[in-house]
Each structure stands twice: as structure tokens, then as C-alpha cells.
């Protein structure tokens, strides 16, 4: 009887001795993983501006020259839209501009034409004004004079105003040159920044309308993360706050990042959260960018659809933990 007494306080000491532990355990992991005052922390994935390459004028797609996944430089060409049509229109805008000024050389050849016409008729005036005082014509002649000279002038200033105009049709013409010039050069489609191609949305031969999608280029140096936080916490963070991202794929890199952006109003959290209080709670949408200068060093690690977590300092005072430095 004392035996198995014996026995049974020792399998009950046994047990409390591994509860005790269990409840040890647990209890550090919940000290580890709890955040100071002053930090706070959202669930996220890893996003990245994209930008559409599209078609400033609709057209018929001559050649894509880059795939998903391929490395893009600023200003590089990606794409080519034919351009025949528009350069069968060049060449008869430019053949506008040389006949436009050969009408501009035989006006001013008119108006020269019409100068002397006028330097002639008012010298036959003035002989005709002397004849007439000395009564040696006729006020007829005087007269026919008279008009040949008034004449002369509203034919000089048509041909003047001839000239105005073929200037101004050169203008247009030169204008319109310059139009299908653009035209064409717009026709080349290319890259606005440096990033990396993550969609390609058409192929040769397709016929797009203006502002068709060709392709999507991802940014790798805009990469951010977008959080939640609760009214509370969203009103004590600052834009330009210190913040850090942790990559479930990657738990041990901790990722500098720094808070651009706090929504202006609140609205409901997403539905990716679970919980109902959470789901009823009002909360502020946070925009968390990573640093550039890590981007360049490890921007291959940071792949967007990721998720992870980011961790925002709230108080300028705050200290990160140690597993956040």
C-alpha cells in the first residue's frame, strides 16, 4: 500500500514538473514574440509599382523585343508598332512643305513683278501731271494714268497677301511633318524606368487600339507592403517613421523599410482577417516601403505576392527589440 502511494505522489510530481515546464515554455515564447510599447505590426505581402507600356496611337504590332523576367534599362526600346502607313503620310507631308515653298518663291517673284509695275506707273503719273499742267494731255489721260497707278498697288498688295498665305501653308505643312515625325518616334515603345518585365500582354501581329496594354514593368526599387493598424496606433504614426519588414520565407533577415504613406480615413479591415472584433474594429490603411539601398543590394529576395510582416515605430523614442535590429 505505502509502495503504490509512493509511487503515485511521484508520477503526480512527474507530471506537475513537466506542466511547470510546458508552462514555461510557452510563457517565454509569448514574452518573445509580445512587442514593446511604441511598436506596432500588420500582416502584408510584398508589392511593387507596375507600370503599363501601352500604345499612345492605335495600330498593328510589328515586334515585341523582350519576355517575361527580362531585365529592362530605362529608355530601351521593348516594342515596335508598324509604321508604314505613317510613313507613306511623311513623305507626303514633306513633298506638302517643298511645294508649298516653290508657291512662296514665285509670289515673291510676283510681288517683285508687281514693284516695278508700280515704280513704272507712278513714274508715267508724274510725266503725265507735268504734260497735263502745260496742257499737252488731256485730263482723260491724266485720269487713265491715275488708275494704272492705284492699280498697280491693289495688285502688289494681292500678291502680297498671295505670299502670307504660302507661308502660312508652308507652317501647316512643316507642322504636320513634325506631327507624323513624333508619330513615328511614339510608335517605338519604351521602357520609363529600369525594372524588370513581369507581363507580356500582346504579340506581333495584333491590332491595338490606343492605350493598349503591350506589356507591364515592374519597379524593383518602389517595392512596399500595405498593413492595417488600428485607430489608436494609426494616429501616433508619423509619415517617414522607421519601420522593418520580416518575409515569412525569410525569418531571419530583418528588412529596413520606412512608413510613405497613412490613409486619411478609416475604413474596415480587409478580409483576409478572420477574427470578428478585428473585422469590426475601424482601421487605417498604412503604406510600408522598403529602403532602397537594401532593394539594390538584395532585391532578388524580395519577390511581390510574398507575405510577411512589417513592424512600424510609433514613437520617436521607441527602442526596437533585438530580434528587429
Given at each position: ?122 513714274k508715267d503719273l508724274e510725266r503725265s501731271?507735268?504734260l497735263y499742267e502745260n496742257d499737252s ?185 533585438d530580434q528587429l535590429r
Open positions: 500500500m505505502a509502495s503504490r502511494l509512493a509511487k503515485k505522489w511521484k508520477t503526480i510530481a512527474i507530471v506537475l514538473t513537466i506542466a511547470a515546464i510546458a508552462i514555461g515554455f510557452i510563457l517565454q515564447i509569448f514574452q518573445k514574440s509580445e512587442l514593446p510599447l511604441g511598436i506596432a505590426s500588420g500582416n502584408g505581402r510584398i508589392e511593387a509599382v507596375e507600370v503599363d507600356i501601352t500604345t499612345k496611337f492605335g495600330g498593328r504590332l510589328a515586334t515585341v523585343l523582350v519576355h517575361e523576367g527580362d531585365a529592362v534599362e530605362m529608355n530601351q526600346a521593348l516594342a515596335q508598332i508598324d509604321t508604314k502607313e505613317l510613313d507613306a503620310q511623311l513623305r507626303r507631308a514633306e513633298a506638302e512643305v517643298r511645294r508649298a515653298r516653290q508657291e512662296k518663291n514665285a509670289a515673291v517673284a510676283v510681288i517683285a513683278q508687281r514693284k516695278s509695275e508700280l515704280s513704272l506707273a507712278k501731271k507735268g494731255i488731256s485730263l482723260e489721260q491724266l485720269q487713265r494714268d491715275e488708275t494704272a497707278v492705284q492699280t498697280a498697288k491693289a495688285t502688289l498688295a494681292a500678291a502680297r497677301a498671295q505670299l502670307s498665305s504660302t507661308e502660312a501653308a508652308i507652317e501647316a505643312a512643316i507642322a504636320n511633318t513634325e506631327l507624323l515625325k513624333v508619330q513615328i518616334e511614339d510608335s517605338v515603345l519604351k521602357a520609363p524606368i529600369t525594372g524588370r518585365v513581369l507581363y507580356r500582354l500582346a504579340e506581333p501581329g495584333e491590332v491595338l487600339s490606343a492605350g493598349g496594354k503591350v506589356l507591364t514593368v515592374l519597379d524593383p526599387l518602389d517595392v512596399y507592403m500595405t498593413i492595417f493598424l488600428p485607430t489608436q496606433q494609426a494616429a501616433r504614426l508619423a509619415v517617414g517613421a522607421d519601420a522593418r519588414v520580416v518575409l515569412d520565407g525569410i525569418p531571419d533577415m530583418v528588412i529596413p523599410a520606412k512608413v510613405t504613406f497613412v490613409a486619411p480615413r478609416a475604413q474596415f479591415t480587409p478580409k483576409e482577417v478572420e477574427t470578428r472584433t478585428e473585422r469590426e474594429k475601424l482601421m487605417f490603411r498604412i503604406k510600408v516601403k522598403i529602403q532602397p539601398e537594401f532593394l539594390k543590394k538584395y532585391g532578388e529576395l524580395s519577390k511581390t505576392g510574398v507575405p510577411g510582416e512589417a513592424y512600424v515605430r510609433i514613437g520617436a523614442g521607441s527602442e526596437w527589440p
